[in-house]
C-alpha cells in the first residue's frame, strides 16, 4: 500500500533552517495539490503548515510560519518540499505532507489513509 515517505528533520537551534522532503513511495501514486502538516504534541490535531497547487502557482501559508518558509515541488520528481527559515521552538513537531483539497477546505481527501512516519524536527539549543 502507498504510503508518503518525509525526511529532512533533525535537531537544529533557534534561528537555524531546513528543507524537509516528500514524496509517494511508489512513483505510481501522482501527488496533485499538496500539503505539509505537522503534530506539535501527542493526542494533538495535525495542522496545516503550508499548502501548494498542483502546478505551483499558489501557495497558501499558516500565520505561524508565514514569511519564513516556502513550499515547492518538483513534478518531475513527483516530490514537495518545505524550507522553513529561523526556525523557533515552537516549530518543534513531526512533519506530514499529504495530498490537498485545494481551494476547497484546504485538508487531505476524506478517503486519504496513507500517512507516512513524518519527519521529526526538534527545535532546541
Known amino acids: 500500500q502507498v504510503h508518503m515517505v518525509e525526511s529532512g528533520g533533525g535537531l537544529v537551534q533557534p534561528g537555524g533552517s531546513l528543507r524537509l522532503s516528500c514524496a509517494p513511495s511508489?512513483?505510481?501514486?501522482?501527488?496533485?495539490?499538496a500539503g505539509w502538516f505537522r503534530r506539535q504534541a501527542p493526542g494533538k490535531e495535525r495542522e496545516l503548515v503550508a499548502?501548494?497547487?498542483?502546478?505551483?502557482?499558489?501557495?497558501q501559508y499558516a500565520d505561524s510560519v508565514k514569511g519564513r518558509s516556502t513550499i515547492s515541488r518538483d513534478n518531475d520528481k513527483n516530490a514537495v518540499y518545505l524550507e522553513i527559515n529561523n526556525l523557533k521552538p515552537e516549530d518543534t513537531a513531526i512533519y506530514y505532507c499529504?495530498?490537498?483539497?485545494?481551494?476547497?477546505?484546504?485538508?487531505?481527501?476524506?478517503?486519504?489513509?496513507?500517512w507516512g512516519q513524518g519527519t521529526q524536527v526538534t527545535v532546541s539549543s
Open positions: 511508489t512513483p505510481n501514486y501522482k501527488l496533485a495539490a
Open positions: 499529504a495530498p490537498l483539497n485545494y481551494y476547497s477546505d484546504y485538508q487531505p481527501p476524506s478517503d486519504f489513509n496513507s
Open positions: 499548502g501548494i497547487s498542483w502546478l505551483g502557482g499558489s501557495k
